[in-house]
């Protein structure tokens, strides 16, 4: 889970260094529960590594043991030449030999870090593509309400821009986390047992480096968990812009939307500068740190070296050289335990962010039905069926009651916002029913694999959606269950939807481009195209949801006709608004505020049922109703 600290607490950053043993205390608390909160979210995220990954990392980690040799080496080179320098009657080929060992070392060195360095990206890159497949797949099995809760742009973003951050870790922070340690404990073996003065100091160093790391850590943190949010912020209102374009465009609305951009991007831009600014804060101080630390040394020894007899004092200076590379070390690990602090946190907001995702479990399981009873093919009964929203204070829909058997046209009708697309979501199951239940082929739609249930559907959504690619790919798209629509049966089923006469004129027929979401088509073109789509995928049961708006009448009759005559043995269920639409129903279901208002053909509503009378007089005159 995410870390989150009050404000008061930041507030309260400052104090903790004076002399207030309570609020001391309460300081190391919250590293210690900032420490925590980044470990486990990073680890949560590595048990996704698989063997091979697991494998690479121990390749790694045994360069990165040889190449702290090889750096570690290097100071006792480094000591022998001081003495020899020292020592009269040296031979210069001595000199130059432990020079030249010196130079393999640091060449070892350059060389597995390199090693090291590509099998981390490797990992990393293979990590995080492997996340981006589980996220992707994972939110493929998410019902409409586990997306609604999410929201589109913060499931965008933490499949991007998330995985990078885990990735970046991936690639620096594990070589640091190997290295640091190793470093560090083995430059203090080098250096145990040499002047206390210089350990001290040195201990002193690395104390005021964690004390600042600790600051900078506990004010930032909190920040990087809100940069996340606002990211998601940012991409939503860019979204919304370019996917309502004509919108703001025919409401001369850019300077609002320019506005409403601004407003999220300085929200990020004022964060990212706080969390920049703070963790700025580390540099100057560890190379301060690192300058005091390397005179601190050098004046002991100065001191040292005075207090020392004649004949030591080579022994001393050579000693004390020595000691000042193993203490810069000691510090530059802790100094990349540093850089570790400053990747974790929004490494670990966002490995939190993806792990919400991986470990939210869907909604709606899967049954293990595959098939229903053949004898009731294509029949869809709501028995009682009730429905509410997540979060809801009431029911959409109400005891939503009846029958639609193979072959029938069933329609629904009413107001706006009555839960006409509603009744019609839950036979695919894009949602749950709350209460009742809807069987399609005399089975329960929960007993179904969702797979093999939707494969008796052809859907034609509210929206007309099509996808970048060609016609013949969107009328085609989709698998269902069988062999894919041959070309022959993609051209009948464009002709059934009426769309045959606009295609054919196009340069390449059924071959030519379809820009993402269709936007090179007219939205009468793409209603068509969608309708053609369910028809070539050759259902038991065609939902249509008031996907006959966006056309004519004339074609909207013809495509009526042609349903009736190519599809008879299909189960149609049909929301519209129009009275033309559905007048010749087999069955016409008025809903009002969710429940049923009335049920029979259109001759038997007009005198049965009020509402739809009403909604039939506000569209057509009495001498066309009859």
Request: charged share 20%; aromatic share 8%.
């Amino acid at each position: 889970m995410a870390i989150f600290i009050t404000k008061r607490a930041v507030d309260q950053g400052c104090p903790f260094f004076f002399g207030n043993r309570r609020i001391s205390h309460g300081f190391q608390s919250r590293i210690n529960r900032i420490t925590k909160g980044c470990g486990q979210n990073m680890l949560k995220i590595l048990r996704y590594f698989s063997k091979r990954e697991w494998g690479l990392s121990f390749v790694m980690l045994l360069f990165i043991i040889l190449q702290v040799w090889f750096e570690l080496t290097m100071p006792d080179y480094m000591s022998d030449i001081t003495m020899m320098v020292q020592t009269s009657g040296s031979k210069i080929n001595d000199i130059i030999a432990a020079g030249c060992k010196m130079l393999a070392c640091a060449l070892g060195s350059l060389m597995t870090s390199v090693v090291a360095a590509v099998i981390s990206s490797k990992v990393a890159s293979r990590f995080a593509a492997r996340l981006r497949e589980m996220i992707f797949t994972r939110v493929q099995s998410f019902s409409m309400e586990e997306i609604g809760r999410f929201s589109a742009a913060s499931l965008i973003t933490r499949s991007t821009n998330d995985v990078t951050h885990v990735q970046m870790f991936i690639v620096m922070g594990m070589q640091m986390l190997m290295r640091s340690p190793i470093m560090a404990v083995w430059a203090i073996w080098k250096i145990a047992g040499k002047q206390w003065q210089w350990t001290l100091t040195t201990a002193s160093a690395v104390m005021v480096l964690f004390v600042v790391v600790g600051v900078c850590v506990l004010v930032a943190l909190p920040k990087f968990r809100q940069m996340q949010v606002l990211t998601d912020d940012v991409n939503r209102v860019t979204r919304e812009n370019l996917t309502g374009i004509n919108v703001v465009r025919a409401y001369n609305a850019e300077s609002y939307q320019e506005e409403k951009f601004e407003r999220a991007n300085n929200n990020l831009t004022r964060t990212a500068l706080f969390t920049s600014r703070t963790m700025s804060f580390m540099l100057p101080s560890i190379q301060l740190i690192m300058s005091g630390l390397s005179l601190g040394i050098y004046w002991l020894g100065a001191v040292i070296i005075n207090e020392t007899g004649m004949f030591d004092r080579a022994a001393v200076f050579s000693d004390m050289i020595v000691f000042s590379q193993y203490a810069i070390m000691v510090v530059m690990s802790f100094m990349m335990l540093v850089a570790i602090f400053i990747i974790m946190p929004r490494a670990s907001v966002a490995a939190g962010r993806i792990n919400e995702v991986l470990l939210t479990n869907p909604t709606i399981h899967d049954g293990d039905q595959t098939d229903g009873d053949t004898g009731k093919s294509g029949e869809v009964v709501f028995d009682h069926v009730s429905f509410r929203y997540p979060d809801a204070e009431e029911d959409v829909i109400q005891d939503i009651t009846f029958t639609a058997a193979k072959g029938e046209t069933v329609a629904l009708i009413g107001a706006t916002g009555c839960g006409k697309s509603t009744v019609i979501n839950l036979i695919p199951r894009f949602y749950d029913v709350t209460e009742g239940t809807v069987t399609v082929d005399g089975v329960n739609v929960r007993d179904y694999q969702q797979k093999a249930l939707r494969n008796k559907i052809g859907y034609v959504s509210q929206k007309a959606i099509l996808f970048s690619g060609t016609v013949q790919m969107n009328v085609a798209y989709g698998d269902n269950g069988g062999s894919a629509p041959s070309g022959r049966e993609v051209e009948e089923a464009l002709s059934a939807a009426q769309a045959i006469e606009f295609i054919e004129k196009l340069p390449d027929g059924t071959e030519s481009f379809v820009a993402q979401g269709g936007t090179n088509f007219s939205g009468g073109q793409k209603q068509r195209m969608s309708i053609a789509r369910a028809i070539a995928r050759r259902p038991e049961i065609l939902i249509f949801d008031d996907s006959f708006s966006a056309l004519d009448y004339k074609t909207d009759r013809l495509l009526r006709n042609t349903l009736k005559e190519k599809c008879a043995d299909i189960t149609k269920i049909i929301v519209a608004q129009r009275i033309g639409t559905i007048r010749d129903a087999d069955k016409i279901i008025v809903l009002e505020d969710g429940k049923i208002a009335g049920i029979g053909r259109h001759k038997e509503l007009m005198q049965s049922c009020e509402t739809y009378k009403q909604i039939a007089l506000s569209q057509l005159s009495k001498e066309e109703l009859a």
